[in-house]
């Protein structure tokens, strides 16, 4: 009896999602080149840890999958960027997440690398501005 409770315990727990991908608020510094400004504005994007497993063999013909916390669904915000010259368009869209899951990286639409720039990169050598104060 003692055994069958044990079996039943950890197939419910390998059921249970284990992983914490979900909604998160951030702020990201937006920057066009031709404007010579860079805004800060505040977006929700994925953020969490999802299960992944490594083997402990490592064999050519065994695929390796890890999942990362991405985007099920996004829309895009536009905003008005200040200081653009007259020859450039001063709207920029950027993406919000609107869902999350823990899936494969899509290198064809995400950066997918251990370093990226961040959210909070400004190329220009000037302050950024908050968004909110204009």
């Known amino acids: 009896m003692e055994r069958l409770f044990v079996y039943v315990l950890v197939v419910c727990w390998k059921m249970i999602p284990c992983s914490s991908c979900e909604l998160s608020n951030m702020t990201v510094v937006l920057e066009k080149e031709g404007c010579d400004t860079c805004i800060t504005v505040n977006a929700t994007w994925c953020s969490g840890y999802c299960l992944t497993k490594d083997s402990s063999s490592k064999h050519p013909l065994?695929?390796?999958?890890?999942?990362?916390?991405?985007?099920?669904?996004?829309?895009?915000?536009?905003?008005?960027?200040?200081?653009?010259?007259?020859?450039?368009?001063?709207?920029?869209s950027y993406p919000v997440a609107i869902d999350c899951r823990c899936d494969l990286c899509n290198i064809h639409t995400t950066d997918c690398t251990v370093r990226s720039l961040g959210p909070s990169y400004c190329s220009l050598g000037q302050e950024k501005e908050d968004f909110e104060n204009h």
Do not use: M, R
């Open 62 to 92: 065994i695929k390796k999958v890890q999942h990362v916390c991405t985007y099920t669904d996004i829309t895009y915000e536009t905003v008005k960027l200040p200081g653009c010259a007259e020859d450039v368009d001063p709207y920029y």
